[in-house]
Structure formats: structure tokens, C-alpha cells
């Protein structure tokens, strides 16, 4: 059952309620991301694989930025 309400959770986008938080959503949008990813759903390491990249993405646009 808490699988099914994380994967509700994390797929209903920033304004996702959860009834265990008494209809306010306490984690973030990264943080639903980050548990779907260490889940043992099938397909739930490429959400983690899609953070690294989205990370790296952004260190490397942050340190050319910093460069200019």
C-alpha cells in the first residue's frame, strides 16, 4: 500500500497532497524523485540515472556561467 501512495506521489507533480501529511505534501519534488529511484519498481533506477544527468547538466552550465 505505501508503494502505491509514494508512486502517487511522485507522479502527481508539485501539487501532489498527501493524505498521511493531512492534505499537505511534505517532500519536495527531488525528494519524491530520490525514493521512486531507490524503489525496486521496475524502471525506477532510470529516474535516478535522469537526476545524475540533470546535476551534471547543471554543474556544467553553472561553471560555464561562472567562466564569463
Known amino acids: 500500500m505505501t508503494l502505491v501512495v509514494l508512486a502517487g506521489a511522485a ?11 493531512g492534505g499537505r505534501d511534505t517532500l519536495t519534488e527531488r525528494q519524491r524523485d530520490s525514493v ?3 524503489s525496486r519498481i521496475p524502471g525506477a533506477s532510470g ?14 552550465v553553472q561553471s560555464t556561467d561562472t567562466i564569463h
Open 11 to 21: 507522479c502527481g507533480g508539485p501539487k501532489a497532497k498527501s493524505s498521511a501529511a
Open 36 to 38: 521512486l529511484a531507490r
Open 47 to 60: 529516474v535516478g540515472k535522469a537526476m545524475r544527468v540533470a546535476d551534471s547538466t547543471s554543474a556544467q
